[in-house]
């Protein structure tokens, strides 16, 4: 059997991401209960598993380390790797908003914020929202909590990931408008889907079997 690297992203995605290939008997026990081991092999199946940062996954995948993996809609728009995309898996929805305070809110959406400082870990999403648009913004990249940056005065709107709203609820933020949706999707290497085509179908046919039942 021709063997097969998986990236599978930390966090959010990795429980459901684990769910979907069980459910194809493909899953190791080992990843179910990872703690801080990174790689695991099921040489039954002929499998690697590795797990990375959601972020890291297009990387891995785009580079050949890993031939297939799964990674948010988010991320692959706003990296723009070589790679292809096989799959949506139809979990891990979000969105990527434009969000802010009510002081920003109006003013914004009338146009009369004439320069706009936006904070956001999307900075290629955002500038391509934004250039769209006709409008100029001055992108500040943040990699933590990007609610704080409005409050602080550090920017007068956000663009950030999404699932309830309830954190900018939680700090008096609104959201304006949605750029764009965002769930988990299956990559493939270029390379590795032409040497191992056979194998990597068939996992994506037993995929698309078990996302629609």
């Known amino acids: 059997m021709i063997p097969i690297t998986i990236a599978l992203p930390k966090g959010k995605l990795l429980e ?7 459910a194809l008997g493909l899953m190791t026990e080992e990843v179910k209960d990872a703690g ?3 790689i695991f092999e099921s040489k039954k199946n002929s499998l690697t598993y590795m797990v990375v940062r959601p972020s890291d996954v297009p990387t891995y995948v785009e580079y050949g380390a890993a031939d297939i993996g799964i990674v948010g809609k988010d991320m692959l728009l706003e990296q723009e790797k070589d790679l292809y995309e096989l799959l949506d898996l139809k979990f891990g929805y979000c969105r990527v908003v434009v969000a802010g305070p009510k002081d920003s809110v109006e003013p914004y959406r009338s146009g009369k914020l004439v320069k706009i400082r936006v904070a956001t870990k999307y900075p290629r ?3 391509r929202f934004f250039g769209n648009k006709g409008v100029h913004a001055e992108i500040i990249k943040l990699y933590g909590s990007m609610e704080l940056a409005p409050l602080a005065g550090l920017s007068h709107i956000i ?3 999404i699932s309830t709203g309830r954190t900018l609820k939680e700090n008096n933020l609104e959201e304006i408008e949605t750029i764009t949706d965002s769930t988990a999707r299956l990559i493939a290497n270029r390379a590795s889907l032409k040497l191992k085509y056979n194998r990597i179908t068939g996992i994506v046919d037993a995929l698309k079997n078990v996302i629609s039942k």
């Open 36 to 38: 801080r081991k990174l």
């Open 159 to 161: 663009v950030d990931l």
């Open 125 to 127: 999403i955002t500038e």
């Open 16 to 22: 459901p991401s684990i769910k979907v290939f069980d």
